[in-house]
């Protein structure tokens, strides 16, 4: 993260070392990141079964600031697949709602890298991680042999687009089995 400089990702300033263990912690209590004072771009109710927004009272996003959104979104993700230190590109892994950052000035920020993974070559990638709800269908196949990293976190943040526009997930089911099912036959 500390290689990450655009101003749609959330910059990690500084680490600092706990000299009372001999781990080095990344999490906010020993960190410094960028602050972004409006929180996530939506939190999900589970009472509701539905996104709200934390930083808008109404709870009505328009239709520019879901552009806005979007926009900044989209342009910190293609920082992270194309312009980062010529040898490496970041496959963010969990792109979804919670994981986009508003700032004091509303510009949107990639934030929470735990389950990125930085690749050389291909970013085909073997393993699933980040939240269900999100997975493209091609990681919902028990047996399959691969996929795109940057693929699934486009198809990621189209589904976040759903999310800013509906205030729902697009896909959903009472067990990650069914999830899976429907996510590859309802498309």
């Known amino acids: 993260m ?27 209590l020993y960190s410094v990141i960028d602050y972004c004072s409006n929180g996530p771009i939506l939190d999900w109710d589970p009472e509701l079964q539905r996104f709200v927004s934390p930083w808008n009272s109404d709870s ?12 900044d979104s989209i342009s910190g993700l293609e920082y992270c697949k194309e312009y980062i230190v010529h040898s490496f590109n970041i496959v963010h892994r969990d792109i979804k709602p919670q994981n986009i950052l508003l700032d004091s000035h509303e510009i949107a920020k990639i ?35 691969g996929f795109s990293g940057k693929a699934a976190d486009i198809w990621a943040i189209g589904l976040t687009l759903y999310a800013l526009i509906y205030k ?7 067990t990650m089995a069914g999830l899976f099912d429907i996510i590859q036959n309802h498309m």
């Open 111 to 145: 934030g929470d890298f735990g389950q990125s993974q930085i690749f050389e070559e291909s970013d085909i990638l073997n393993a699933t991680m980040g939240t269900y709800h999100f997975f493209p269908p091609e990681c919902c196949i028990p047996e399959s042999t």
């Open 60 to 71: 009505e996003i328009s239709e520019e600031m879901i552009r806005t959104i979007f926009r």
């Open 2 to 28: 500390k290689k990450l400089r655009h101003k749609n990702v959330v910059r990690l300033h500084e680490v600092i070392d706990d000299d009372e263990t001999d781990k080095l912690y990344m999490s906010n």
């Open 168 to 174: 729902k997930l697009p896909f959903s089911a009472d």
